[in-house]
């Protein structure tokens, strides 16, 4: 599957900003989604994580209760809503794509993805 994340920018603290990644070329049904973020010389991190049907949904404690990951299969689009963001948000946020048929825990290791979209710039200014 190919991954297109898209919706980043430059917004001030305590803003609004809406991601969207689109998938193509698999059966999107059957992908575990998740978000992550990388600050320059850190590791990947893990920002939330969607399960095929959509029922399920995990966040980093950091996002929990102002960023909220959905799915529409229909439209093979995943997104991340991102409210009350901080300075601390800014990040190349990425979407990625695990093929799986079952839900069998929460995936928070960027390890456990093998398809991954290109990134897109966040930044929030204080």
């Known amino acids: 599957v190919q991954l297109q994340a898209s919706g980043g920018g430059l917004v001030q603290a305590g803003g609004s900003l809406s991601l969207s990644c689109a998938a193509s070329g698999g059966t999107f049904s059957t992908y575990v989604m998740g978000w992550f973020r990388q600050t320059p010389g850190k590791e990947r991190e893990f920002v939330a994580v969607v399960s095929q049907s959509g029922g399920g949904r995990y966040y980093a404690d950091s996002v929990k209760g102002r960023f909220t990951v959905s799915r529409n299969n229909a439209k093979n689009t995943v997104y991340l809503e991102m409210s009350s963001l901080k300075p601390e948000d800014t990040a190349v946020y990425f979407c990625?794509?695990?093929?799986?048929?079952?839900?069998?825990?929460?995936?928070?290791?960027?390890?456990?993805?093998?398809?991954w979209g290109q990134g897109t710039q966040v930044t929030v200014s204080s």
């Open positions: 990625a794509g695990l093929r799986s048929f079952v839900w069998e825990r929460v995936y928070r290791d960027s390890s456990d993805y093998r398809f």
